[in-house]
C-alpha cells in the first residue's frame, strides 16, 4: 500500500502493489533464434543450435531413452556366433583359337566371368545345398534345430531352412575369393555348418560336372550307334545300284564326274588322242599346200647346188668383164648363153626334186586325215554311251552323296565322344577351398558398444525433430531475431530473468542485471525521434502478466537516472497496477472532474519521478480516454514534465491501447520472451498501426541474456556486491572485465 502525502511534485512516495506488478517468472524463454519475414522461419545453424540448447532436456532425455532400449536389445538379444571360411573360385578355362598378335596356338577365357561368379554365389545360398547340408550333417535329429517333430519331411524342411538362414556369402573386392559364413547360437554348429557347407558346394559341382559328361557319352554313344546304321545302309543302297547299272568308279574325285566310269575314262582318251591328230593332220595339210603352192624353187633339190655356184662364179666374172668389153662382144655374148643354160639345168633339176616332195607331203596329209576320222568316229560312239550313262550317275552320286554325309557325321561324332573321354576325367576344379571355419571364441552379436553408439545416434535424431516440431509448433518471439523479422520492429532491450528478489526491490540495486537492462532501453529511447527520448510514451503489451506494468516502473525509474523528470500514468483504468490507496487521487477523477494536475500526481520514494494512479475504475475507460480532456491533460503533462511514460492496458480485446497510441509521441510494446505468440503479437501490432500509432520498438522480458545462444553479455555479481562484471558468452574462453569499488576511507 502507498502511504499517504501531500498532493503535488514534492513529497509523495509512491509503492507499487506487489501482486499486481509482475507476472509470475517464467525459465523457459529462449533467445538466438532467426527467422524471416512474414511469420516463416528458415532452417539454419545457428536456428538448430538455439533449439538443442533450449530444448537439450528434451534431447537429452530422447538420448537416454535411446540409451536404455540399447542396453535393453543388448541384454535381451540371444548371443550369436559366426564362422566364415573362404574359398577360392576357378571360372572353367575356355580354350579359343588365338589371334594374329597371340604367340600361342591357342589361349584361355578372362577368369573374372561375373555370370559366373554370379551364379556360383546363388549356388552357395541354394535351398538344394542347404538340404544336403542337413542331410549330411543329420541336422533333422536336432530337437533344438527343428524342435520336437516327428515328422521326417517336416523336419527336414526345417532344417534346410535353418541353414539357409544362417548362411552369408560374400564376395571379396577385386578377387575370386568368396566369403562363406553362418550364424548360429551355438559356435561349435556354426564352425561345423560352414565347413560342411563347402564341402557340400565342392562336391555338388564335381559331381554335377560328372554328370554331364556322362550324360554326354550315352548321348554320343546312342548317336553315334544310329549314324553307324545309316552310314552301313547307304553303303550297302550304293553298292547294290552299282552293280545293278553295273557303274564302275574309278579315282578318288569328290565331284562324281563322267571321267570316274571306265567309259568315262575311254572317252577321254579318244578326245585326248583325236586332239593331236587333229593337229598333226593340219600341220601335214599345210606343207602340203604350201609345196603345192611354191612351183619350182632353187631350194627344191641339193643336185642344184653346185650348177648354182657355177653360175654365181660366172655371173661374177660377166660383171667383171662388163666394165671391159660391151655386152654385144662376142665373148661376153658366150659368157652370157653359158649362164643361161646352167640356170635353165637348176630350174629342171629343182623342178624334179619339188614332184617328189609333194608327193610325200601328200601322203602324210592323208595318212594324218584317216587316222582323224577314225578317232572322230570312236568319241561319237562313245559320246553316246557316256550320255546314256549320265543318266544313271544321276541316282549314283545321290546315293554316294548320302554316304558321304553319313560318314563324315559318324566320324565327327565318334571324335567328339573320344574327346568328352579324356575331358571328363581331368580339368580344374570350379573351387577350392582357401581357409576352413574355425570355432569362433566369441559371440559377434549383439554388440554392446554398437547398440548405445546406435542408440545415442537414433535418440539425438529422434530428440532433436522433436524438438524442432515443438519449435515450430510453439511459433513464439522468442529473440531479438523474431522481433525484427517477424514483427519487423527495432529490438531496444532485453529483460533478463529475475530469480530471487522482487521486482521493485530488483530494481533499486542499480547494478542488478534488470536495471541496467532497463536503463540500456532507456538510453536507447533516446535515440528514436530526432528530438531525443519521446515526449509521451505509451508501454502496452499484447496480453496480459508479460511484464508491461514493471517495465513502465522501471523505464520511467531509468529515465529519471538519465537526469530527466517522469510521470508515471497508470492508464490501465480496468486493472490497475498501482495502488496507493488515495481516493479521488488519479486519472478517472481527473478526466471526469475538474481539477489541475499537480492535484492527482504523487511524489514517489525516487527523486524526479511522478505517478498519477488509475483512480477509481470508470464503467467505460475507452470514452475517457477518447475525450478531449485526456488530449489537454497529456498535453499538459508533457509540458512538465520531461517524459510522460502511461502504463497501457493490454492491446487484443481491448480499445484502450489504441486509443492511447493515437495520442502519445510514442508506443512500445512489451514482449515476454518465449510466451507470446507470434499471431498474436502481429495482430496486437497491426492493430496499433491501423489506429495511427508510432512503434518505436519493443523489448523482451524474462529471457535469459547468458543462454548460450550467441547473443550478448551476461552479467552478474561476485562474492562482494562492489565487484560488478559482465562476462562475455563462450564455453572454451572467456573475457573477464572487472572494476572493484571501494568506500573512501
Same mark, same amino acid.
Do not use: C
Given at each position: 500500500?502507498?502511504?499517504?502525502? +501531500?498532493?503535488? %511534485?514534492?513529497?509523495?512516495?509512491?509503492?507499487?502493489?506487489?501482486?499486481?506488478?509482475? +507476472?509470475?517468472?517464467?525459465?523457459?524463454?529462449?533467445?538466438?533464434? @532467426? /527467422?524471416?519475414?512474414?511469420?516463416?522461419?528458415?532452417?539454419?545453424?545457428?536456428?538448430?543450435?538455439?533449439?538443442?540448447?533450449?530444448?537439450?532436456?528434451?534431447?537429452?532425455?530422447?538420448?537416454?531413452?535411446?540409451?536404455?532400449?540399447?542396453?535393453?536389445?543388448?541384454? !535381451?538379444?540371444? $548371443?550369436?556366433?559366426?564362422?566364415?571360411?573362404?574359398?577360392?573360385?576357378?571360372?572353367?578355362?575356355?580354350?579359343?583359337?588365338?589371334?594374329?598378335?597371340?604367340?600361342?596356338?591357342?589361349?584361355?577365357?578372362?577368369?573374372?566371368?561375373?555370370?559366373?561368379?554370379?551364379?556360383?554365389?546363388?549356388?552357395?545360398?541354394?535351398?538344394?545345398?542347404?538340404?544336403?547340408?542337413?542331410?549330411?550333417?543329420?541336422?533333422?535329429?536336432?530337437?533344438?534345430?527343428?524342435?520336437?517333430?516327428?515328422?521326417?519331411?517336416?523336419?527336414?524342411?526345417?532344417?534346410?531352412?535353418?541353414?539357409?538362414?544362417?548362411?552369408?556369402?560374400?564376395?571379396?573386392? =577385386?578377387?575370386?575369393?568368396?566369403?562363406?559364413?553362418?550364424?548360429?547360437?551355438?559356435?561349435?554348429?556354426?564352425?561345423?555348418?560352414?565347413?560342411?557347407?563347402?564341402?557340400?558346394?565342392?562336391?555338388?559341382?564335381?559331381?554335377?560336372?560328372?554328370?554331364?559328361?556322362?550324360?554326354?557319352?550315352?548321348?554320343?554313344?546312342?548317336?553315334?550307334?544310329?549314324?553307324?546304321?545309316?552310314?552301313?545302309?547307304?553303303?550297302?543302297?550304293?553298292?547294290?545300284?552299282?552293280?545293278?547299272?553295273?557303274?564302275?568308279?574309278?579315282?578318288?574325285?569328290?565331284?562324281?564326274?563322267?571321267?570316274?566310269? !571306265?567309259?568315262?575314262?575311254?572317252?577321254?582318251?579318244?578326245?585326248?588322242?583325236?586332239?593331236?591328230?587333229?593337229?598333226?593332220?593340219?600341220?601335214?595339210?599345210?606343207?602340203?599346200?604350201?609345196?603345192?603352192?611354191?612351183?619350182?624353187?632353187?631350194?627344191?633339190?641339193?643336185? #642344184?647346188?653346185?650348177? *648354182?655356184?657355177?653360175?654365181? #662364179?660366172?655371173?661374177?666374172?660377166?660383171? =667383171?668383164?662388163?666394165?671391159?668389153?660391151?655386152?654385144?662382144? %662376142?665373148?661376153?655374148?658366150? $659368157?652370157?648363153?653359158?649362164?643361161?643354160?646352167?640356170?635353165?639345168?637348176?630350174?629342171?633339176?629343182?623342178?624334179?626334186?619339188?614332184?617328189?616332195?609333194?608327193?610325200?607331203?601328200?601322203?602324210?596329209?592323208?595318212?594324218?586325215?584317216?587316222?582323224?576320222?577314225?578317232?572322230?568316229? =570312236?568319241?561319237?560312239?562313245?559320246? /553316246?554311251?557316256?550320255?546314256?550313262?549320265?543318266?544313271?550317275?544321276?541316282?549314283?552320286?545321290?546315293?554316294?552323296?548320302?554316304?558321304?554325309?553319313?560318314?563324315?557325321?559318324?566320324?565327327?561324332?565318334?571324335?567328339?565322344?573320344?574327346?568328352?573321354?579324356?575331358?571328363?576325367?581331368?580339368?580344374?576344379?570350379?573351387?577350392?577351398?582357401?581357409?576352413?571355419?574355425?570355432?569362433?571364441?566369441?559371440?559377434?552379436?549383439?554388440?554392446?558398444?554398437?547398440?548405445?553408439?546406435?542408440?545415442?545416434?537414433?535418440?539425438?535424431?529422434?530428440?532433436?525433430?522433436?524438438?524442432?516440431?515443438?519449435?515450430?509448433?510453439?511459433?513464439?518471439?522468442?529473440?531479438?531475431?523474431?522481433?525484427?523479422?517477424?514483427?519487423? &520492429?527495432?529490438?531496444?532491450?532485453?529483460?533478463?530473468?529475475?530469480?530471487?528478489?522482487?521486482?521493485?526491490?530488483?530494481?533499486?540495486?542499480?547494478?542488478?542485471?534488470? #536495471?541496467?537492462?532497463?536503463?540500456?532501453?532507456?538510453?536507447?529511447?533516446?535515440?528514436?525521434?530526432?528530438?531525443?527520448?519521446?515526449?509521451?510514451?505509451?508501454?502496452?503489451?499484447?496480453?496480459?502478466?508479460?511484464?508491461?506494468?514493471?517495465?513502465?516502473?522501471?523505464?520511467?525509474?531509468?529515465?529519471?537516472?538519465?537526469?530527466?523528470?517522469?510521470?508515471?500514468?497508470?492508464?490501465?483504468?480496468?486493472?490497475?497496477?498501482?495502488?496507493?490507496?488515495?481516493?479521488?487521487?488519479?486519472?478517472?477523477?481527473? &478526466?471526469?472532474?475538474?481539477?489541475?494536475?499537480?492535484?492527482?500526481?504523487?511524489?514517489?520514494?525516487?527523486?524526479?519521478?511522478?505517478?498519477?494512479?488509475?483512480?477509481?475504475?470508470? %464503467?467505460?475507460?475507452?470514452?475517457?480516454?477518447?475525450?478531449?480532456?485526456?488530449?489537454?491533460?497529456?498535453?499538459?503533462?508533457?509540458?512538465?514534465?520531461?517524459?510522460?511514460?502511461?502504463?497501457?492496458?493490454?492491446?487484443?480485446?481491448?480499445?484502450?491501447?489504441?486509443?492511447?497510441?493515437?495520442?502519445? =509521441?510514442?508506443?512500445?510494446?512489451?514482449?515476454?520472451?518465449? *510466451?507470446?505468440?507470434?499471431?498474436?503479437?502481429?495482430?496486437?501490432?497491426?492493430?496499433?498501426?491501423?489506429?495511427?500509432?508510432?512503434?518505436?520498438?519493443?523489448?523482451?522480458?524474462?529471457?535469459?541474456?547468458?543462454?548460450?545462444?550467441? @547473443?550478448? @553479455?551476461?552479467?552478474?555479481?561476485?562474492?562482494?556486491?562492489?565487484?560488478?562484471?559482465?562476462?562475455?558468452? /563462450?564455453?572454451?574462453?572467456?573475457?573477464?572485465?572487472?572494476?572493484?569499488?571501494?568506500?573512501?576511507?
Amino acid at each position: 500500500m502507498v502511504s499517504p502525502g +501531500a498532493v503535488g %511534485p514534492t513529497n509523495l512516495t509512491v509503492q507499487p502493489d506487489e501482486r499486481r506488478v509482475i +507476472a509470475p517468472l517464467n525459465k523457459e524463454s529462449g533467445y538466438g533464434g @532467426y /527467422g524471416t519475414t512474414n511469420n516463416s522461419r528458415e532452417l539454419s545453424l545457428a536456428l538448430l543450435w538455439r533449439i538443442a540448447v533450449e530444448w537439450r532436456w528434451l534431447i537429452l532425455a530422447a538420448v537416454g531413452t535411446g540409451l536404455a532400449l540399447a542396453v535393453l536389445i543388448t541384454l !535381451l538379444t540371444p $548371443l550369436k556366433y559366426r564362422s566364415t571360411t573362404s574359398i577360392e573360385l576357378n571360372p572353367p578355362q575356355v580354350e579359343i583359337i588365338a589371334d594374329e598378335d597371340s604367340k600361342g596356338g591357342r589361349q584361355s577365357s578372362a577368369r573374372n566371368d561375373t555370370n559366373f561368379v554370379g551364379t556360383q554365389l546363388a549356388l552357395l545360398g541354394s535351398r538344394a545345398l542347404a538340404e544336403r547340408v542337413a542331410q549330411n550333417l543329420n541336422l533333422a535329429a536336432d530337437p533344438a534345430i527343428v524342435g520336437q517333430g516327428t515328422d521326417r519331411t517336416a523336419n527336414t524342411e526345417a532344417a534346410a531352412r535353418f541353414v539357409q538362414g544362417g548362411t552369408q556369402v560374400k564376395l571379396q573386392p =577385386q578377387s575370386m575369393i568368396v566369403s562363406v559364413a553362418f550364424i548360429a547360437r551355438d559356435p561349435q554348429l556354426a564352425a561345423k555348418v560352414v565347413n560342411a557347407t563347402t564341402d557340400a558346394y565342392i562336391a555338388t559341382n564335381l559331381e554335377r560336372r560328372y554328370q554331364s559328361s556322362s550324360y554326354a557319352r550315352n548321348f554320343l554313344q546312342r548317336q553315334i550307334a544310329n549314324v553307324r546304321r545309316d552310314l552301313e545302309k547307304s553303303e550297302r543302297r550304293l553298292t547294290a545300284y552299282a552293280q545293278q547299272q553295273r557303274l564302275i568308279s574309278i579315282g578318288n574325285s569328290e565331284e562324281g564326274g563322267d571321267t570316274n566310269s !571306265l567309259t568315262g575314262s575311254s572317252l577321254v582318251s579318244l578326245n585326248t588322242a583325236l586332239a593331236a591328230t587333229q593337229a598333226r593332220r593340219i600341220a601335214a595339210e599345210q606343207k602340203y599346200r604350201e609345196a603345192a603352192l611354191g612351183g619350182a624353187t632353187t631350194e627344191g633339190s641339193s643336185n #642344184a647346188a653346185p650348177l *648354182r655356184a657355177q653360175i654365181a #662364179a660366172l655371173d661374177a666374172e660377166y660383171q =667383171q668383164k662388163l666394165q671391159t668389153f660391151r655386152p654385144e662382144y %662376142p665373148e661376153m655374148m658366150a $659368157l652370157k648363153a653359158r649362164i643361161d643354160a646352167l640356170r635353165a639345168s637348176v630350174i629342171t633339176e629343182t623342178r624334179n626334186a619339188n614332184s617328189d616332195r609333194i608327193g610325200t607331203l601328200r601322203q602324210d596329209f592323208q595318212a594324218a586325215r584317216a587316222e582323224e576320222d577314225r578317232l572322230r568316229a =570312236q568319241v561319237a560312239g562313245l559320246s /553316246g554311251t557316256v550320255l546314256n550313262q549320265r543318266s544313271r550317275l544321276i541316282q549314283y552320286n545321290i546315293l554316294k552323296r548320302d554316304v558321304d554325309t553319313n560318314r563324315t557325321l559318324y566320324d565327327a561324332l565318334l571324335q567328339r565322344y573320344k574327346e568328352i573321354g579324356v575331358a571328363g576325367g581331368i580339368g580344374t576344379a570350379v573351387a577350392s577351398v582357401v581357409d576352413r571355419g574355425l570355432v569362433p571364441g566369441g559371440a559377434f552379436s549383439p554388440n554392446l558398444y554398437l547398440n548405445l553408439i546406435i542408440g545415442v545416434v537414433l535418440g539425438s535424431i529422434v530428440g532433436m525433430l522433436a524438438a524442432v516440431a515443438l519449435e515450430f509448433i510453439n511459433d513464439t518471439i522468442k529473440t531479438p531475431d523474431d522481433v525484427r523479422n517477424k514483427l519487423q &520492429l527495432p529490438f531496444l532491450g532485453g529483460i533478463p530473468n529475475i530469480k530471487n528478489l522482487k521486482p521493485i526491490e530488483e530494481l533499486k540495486d542499480t547494478l542488478s542485471p534488470v #536495471a541496467e537492462a532497463y536503463l540500456s532501453t532507456a538510453s536507447a529511447m533516446q535515440f528514436v525521434t530526432a528530438g531525443g527520448a519521446p515526449k509521451t510514451l505509451l508501454i502496452t503489451s499484447t496480453r496480459p502478466a508479460e511484464g508491461k506494468s514493471t517495465s513502465a516502473w522501471a523505464l520511467a525509474h531509468s529515465f529519471t537516472r538519465l537526469g530527466k523528470s517522469v510521470l508515471l500514468i497508470d492508464a490501465d483504468m480496468r486493472r490497475p497496477a498501482f495502488v496507493t490507496g488515495r481516493e479521488n487521487v488519479g486519472l478517472s477523477h481527473i &478526466l471526469t472532474n475538474s481539477g489541475s494536475l499537480s492535484e492527482h500526481v504523487l511524489q514517489t520514494d525516487v527523486d524526479a519521478l511522478w505517478v498519477m494512479p488509475s483512480g477509481t475504475i470508470p %464503467p467505460s475507460p475507452p470514452e475517457l480516454i477518447a475525450s478531449a480532456r485526456f488530449a489537454a491533460l497529456l498535453a499538459d503533462a508533457s509540458a512538465t514534465f520531461d517524459v510522460v511514460v502511461i502504463d497501457g492496458p493490454p492491446i487484443l480485446g481491448l480499445a484502450d491501447s489504441p486509443l492511447l497510441s493515437s495520442i502519445v =509521441q510514442a508506443t512500445l510494446m512489451v514482449i515476454e520472451s518465449g *510466451r507470446t505468440r507470434t499471431r498474436a503479437a502481429v495482430e496486437a501490432q497491426n492493430r496499433m498501426r491501423t489506429a495511427g500509432a508510432h512503434m518505436v520498438g519493443a523489448i523482451l522480458t524474462r529471457y535469459q541474456p547468458q543462454s548460450s545462444y550467441g @547473443y550478448g @553479455y551476461g552479467y552478474g555479481y561476485g562474492q562482494n556486491k562492489d565487484q560488478y562484471r559482465y562476462v562475455a558468452d /563462450g564455453n572454451e574462453k572467456k573475457r573477464r572485465i572487472m572494476l572493484t569499488m571501494h568506500d573512501e576511507p
